[in-house]
């Protein structure tokens, strides 16, 4: 047999895909409700890209206390690095929405789109692998972590022994994961 050739789905997935299947056992609702939090989704990715060019471009939007707004202009004010990665090991590391080390102040700020409430342990997380990436004692750094979300600012200053016990369970983690991925 030969088989119809479909270029252009090539490393696109289907919302009613084979391997996300439990949507088989749906009713309308609950259709509903998972296909807009899919298109939230998208709609994340979409604002993210754009604050991102926004940023790398110095373009400020107006300034408002629209969400985007206040994190665009406020990254851009404090000269930072969109979407920066933050690596430990191939078992931990992450993308940082916005970070910047200027005058030994860690600033980091994270854009969120949707509608759960977001924590602060992402951002201190990001903080430890920065540390870690970097060698720095978290004690010896200044550290702001901001969340941008509802059309409001959470200003979060961490505890460094927060940082520093993140720190250690990364490397015992990591440590762990090796062991198993060797089969000890």
Known sequence: ????????????????????????????????????????????????????????????????????????????????????????????????????FKNNLLRIHDLKTGETAASVRQLEIYAALFCLEYKYNPNDIEMELRIYQFDEVLIHIPDPTDILRIMDKIILFDKRIEKLKIGE
Not at 54 to 62: D, T, V
């Open 1 to 100: 047999m030969i088989f119809n050739t479909h270029l252009r789905l090539e490393g696109q997935h289907a919302f009613l895909s084979a391997s996300k299947y439990h949507w088989v056992n749906y009713d309308g609702d609950k259709l509903d409700y998972t296909y807009n939090k899919y298109l939230a989704t998208q709609m994340g990715t979409r604002l993210h890209e754009y604050a991102c060019e926004s940023i790398r471009l110095g373009m400020k939007l107006p300034r408002t206390k629209k969400t985007i707004n206040m994190y665009v202009n406020d990254a851009i004010g404090y000269k930072m690095t969109p979407e920066q990665p933050l690596y430990y090991s191939d078992n931990c590391f992450g993308t940082a929405d916005a970070i910047s």
